[in-house]
């Protein structure tokens, strides 16, 4: 492969060096670090000039840090008079911020309350607006406390993008689909699907007597791909809020006495997977696997999963694996290296992308 250079950030070398390794060709000489006042330094030794530039950086680990270093290696390309410059990001920064997913997760109840506790206190006696439109405006929810107003910090890091010299962006499993949407360049959204399928038929022991379970409603549709592919049942475990304050999970499906298979894009703090494990155990399935595309593992979750009645847990290695594996013995990787080179291959080619997909579909 001619007039490529292959580049990797900081944020993880190990897969960018298999990358380069399943393409045949050398990462590229490129020199990073911090200066004295901790600003990002970013030297590439290599000339980019009318070359097509491939740049790894995933999501993960200290991540503000990785996405300046990221925009400035965008950057020293386009100044380099690269002729394309090609972002590789197996985990998509900040692709949990959008507006709806922030609703999700902050508590919105805490700050509507203190809101009118304080308007209440003031003595005013204008009436507060009246209707949907009226109270949506003035940040009100419909049942009369104050919604919170969450910045759209994916939309940010795309523009971002865009405006350090991106040409084109390769992202995997997005969180958010609909973050493709905000991007002005071309994007090619790729599915580890197709290597989940391979290590579920050659690591998984009676496979084909097994249940896939999606822990929520939002991954149905990516559980029931799977089933489709390998003719597998599905079940789905739904949450259900108690009293507005906790929440309890109740399993749609049959898996007593049979292997389950849990599918999600994400373990982060571990809870969902430990809970799903245990609706699924006191419903009778024998041996509980646990398959997520990113596996970044905060705050508690390797206790969680080393405590619950999974047998395994497998993440690919779009963050990086080692450190947790040394710390959780159920852990397993799915290499994505030989996919995600077959991609870069293609795209450099301008080979289709979705015909990778397609013929996996016609397996």
Same mark, same amino acid.
């Given at each position: 492969?001619? *007039?490529?250079? @292959?580049? #990797? =950030?900081? +944020?993880? $070398?190990?897969?960018?060096?298999?990358?380069?390794? %399943?393409?045949?060709?050398?990462?590229?000489?490129?020199?990073?670090?911090?200066?004295?006042?901790?600003?990002?330094?970013?030297?590439?030794?290599?000339?980019?000039?009318?070359?097509?530039?491939?740049?790894?950086?995933?999501?993960?680990?200290?991540?503000?840090?990785?996405?300046?270093?990221?925009?400035?290696?965008?950057?020293?390309?386009?100044?380099?008079?690269?002729?394309?410059?090609?972002?590789?990001?197996?985990?998509?920064?900040?692709?949990?911020?959008?507006?709806?997913?922030?609703?999700?997760?902050?508590?919105?109840?805490?700050?509507?309350?203190?809101?009118? *506790?304080?308007? @209440?206190? #003031? =003595?005013? +006696?204008? $009436?507060?607006?009246?209707?949907?439109?009226?109270? %949506?405006?003035?940040?009100?929810?419909?049942?009369?406390?104050?919604?919170?107003?969450?910045?759209?910090?994916?939309?940010?890091?795309?523009?971002?993008?865009?405006?350090?010299?991106?040409?084109?962006?390769?992202?995997?499993?997005?969180?958010?689909?609909?973050?493709?949407?905000?991007?002005?360049?071309?994007?090619?959204?790729?599915?580890?699907?197709?290597?989940?399928?391979?290590?579920?038929?050659?690591?998984?022991?009676?496979?084909?007597?097994?249940?896939?379970?999606?822990?929520?409603?939002?991954?149905?549709?990516?559980?029931?791909?799977?089933?489709?592919?390998? *003719?597998?049942?599905?079940?789905?475990?739904?949450?259900?809020?108690?009293?507005?304050?906790?929440?309890?999970?109740?399993?749609?499906?049959?898996?007593?006495?049979?292997?389950?298979?849990?599918?999600?894009?994400?373990?982060?703090?571990?809870?969902?997977?430990?809970?799903?494990?245990?609706?699924?155990?006191?419903?009778?399935?024998?041996?509980?696997?646990?398959?997520?595309?990113?596996?970044?593992?905060?705050?508690?979750?390797?206790?969680?999963?080393?405590?619950?009645?999974?047998?395994?847990?497998?993440?690919?290695?779009?963050?990086?694996?080692?450190?947790?594996?040394?710390?959780?013995?159920?852990?397993?990787?799915?290499?994505?290296?030989?996919?995600?080179?077959?991609?870069?291959?293609?795209?450099?080619?301008?080979?289709?992308?979705?015909?990778?997909?397609?013929?996996?579909?016609?397996?």
């Amino acid at each position: 492969m001619k *007039n490529i250079v @292959l580049l #990797t =950030g900081s +944020s993880h $070398p190990q897969l960018a060096r298999r990358i380069s390794e %399943s393409l045949g060709i050398e990462l590229g000489d490129c020199t990073l670090g911090k200066f004295s006042n901790q600003e990002t330094s970013v030297k590439i030794k290599d000339s980019v000039r009318e070359k097509h530039v491939y740049i790894i950086q995933s999501g993960c680990g200290r991540v503000n840090d990785n996405v300046i270093e990221l925009f400035i290696l965008i950057q020293a390309c386009r100044m380099g008079s690269a002729k394309r410059i090609t972002v590789v990001t197996p985990l998509f920064p900040y692709s949990r911020q959008s507006e709806r997913s922030q609703k999700k997760r902050l508590p919105q109840h805490q700050i509507g309350t203190e809101i009118m *506790n304080s308007l @209440l206190q #003031t =003595g005013d +006696s204008r $009436p507060l607006p009246q209707g949907t439109f009226a109270q %949506s405006f003035m940040g009100m929810s419909e049942g009369g406390g104050y919604r919170q107003w969450c910045a759209r910090a994916g939309t940010l890091v795309a523009n971002l993008l865009q405006a350090a010299g991106a040409d084109h962006l390769i992202a995997m499993d997005l969180h958010d689909p609909q973050y493709q949407g905000f991007f002005q360049i071309p994007v090619d959204l790729v599915y580890a699907e197709p290597s989940i399928i391979q290590w579920i038929r050659s690591e998984i022991p009676n496979w084909r007597q097994a249940v896939v379970v999606s822990p929520d409603a939002g991954g149905a549709k990516r559980a029931t791909s799977i089933c489709n592919k390998l *003719n597998l049942d599905f079940a789905l475990i739904h949450k259900e809020d108690v009293g507005g304050t906790r929440e309890s999970m109740g399993l749609v499906g049959e898996v007593e006495g049979r292997p389950a298979i849990i599918l999600d894009d994400m373990i982060d703090s571990g809870s969902t997977i430990g809970l799903a494990s245990e609706v699924l155990k006191r419903h009778g399935a024998t041996d509980i696997y646990a398959i997520a595309v990113h596996g970044v593992f905060s705050g508690p979750a390797l206790e969680i999963i080393s405590k619950s009645p999974v047998t395994a847990v497998a993440c690919t290695n779009s963050v990086p694996q080692d450190e947790f594996r040394a710390r959780c013995d159920k852990l397993r990787t799915i290499d994505i290296a030989p996919m995600l080179g077959e991609i870069i291959r293609r795209t450099f080619y301008g080979e289709s992308v979705t015909q990778l997909f397609v013929h996996d579909e016609q397996l």
